[in-house]
């Protein structure tokens, strides 16, 4: 699975938008992009993922340019709640089905 | 969202005894768990993957005597881990693969402290 490079630490005002970069350069074109975020002494939770196209839920949005390199994760009103570290995983949709993680990027909100 | 859950919740035993730990998916089908140990201030680590009904597929570097895995049915995995050790104390973490056509989402469990004295 295609390896992902994500900033350590990132700090963000209460109620503004948090973006939260990674980049994948390598990854294929049958994976996909997955976010988790783990808030401290939780097991991990779903975010969104995507493919090619850019994905909205009601926790976030997912940008993924045009070339799939990267994408950027936004949280579009921050809460303190939201303060987590925050996963960006590829992987490939067959075969291997283990969801790998890196350090991911811990992110605070700020009041 | 589909709910997994995990039991116990935080546990403490003795060196030399041995801790069971369930994961359970509550309102769907798992054909597929996983078990992740995270160190404190460490990233995740996935220990093994287990598919219901066959034997666990364990990563490089654990023991598959040590840390057992049972997928009996559809919906429990079992974690136990045998002749535990101070060193064996960490948060273990489940996960459950929800559906059989990608993209494969995957919902983890609010994790098992375990503390070996």
């Known amino acids: 699975d295609a390896k992902t490079t994500q900033p350590p630490s990132m700090d963000c005002a209460e109620g503004r938008a948090a973006n939260l970069p990674c980049n994948h350069s390598?990854?294929?074109?049958?994976?996909?992009v997955y976010w988790y975020r783990q808030i401290h002494s939780q097991g991990p939770q779903y975010i969104i993922h995507?493919?090619?196209n850019n994905e909205t839920n009601e926790m976030a949005s997912l940008i993924i340019t045009e070339d799939r390199k990267s994408s950027t994760l936004i949280l579009p009103h921050a809460t303190l709640r939201d303060t987590a570290v925050y996963y960006c995983?590829?992987?490939?949709?067959?075969?291997?089905?283990?969801?790998?993680f890196g350090q991911g990027t811990r992110l605070t909100i700020n009041p | 969202g589909a709910v997994v859950s995990q039991h116990p919740s935080r546990v403490i035993c003795k060196s030399g005894t041995s801790v069971k730990i369930e994961c359970r998916s509550l309102?769907?089908?798992?054909?597929?768990m996983f078990w992740y140990r995270q160190f404190p201030k460490q990233s995740l680590m996935l220990m093994a993957t287990?598919?219901?009904?066959?034997?666990?597929?364990?990563e490089q570097g654990v023991e598959k005597d040590k840390f057992l895995i049972n997928h009996a049915s559809l919906t429990l995995s079992t974690l136990t881990v045998t002749s535990a050790h101070p060193e064996d104390s960490s948060f273990y973490i489940c996960?459950?693969?929800?559906?059989?056509?990608?993209?494969?989402?995957?919902?983890f469990g609010p994790g098992t402290r375990l503390t070996v004295t």
């Open positions: 996960s459950a693969r929800q559906g059989d056509r990608a993209p494969y989402e995957q919902y």
């Open positions: 390598t990854i294929s074109g049958n994976e996909y």
């Open positions: 995507g493919l090619k």
């Open positions: 995983i590829v992987r490939v949709a067959q075969g291997a089905q283990k969801l790998v």
């Open positions: 309102d769907f089908q798992a054909t597929t």
């Open positions: 287990s598919n219901e009904g066959s034997k666990a597929t364990y």
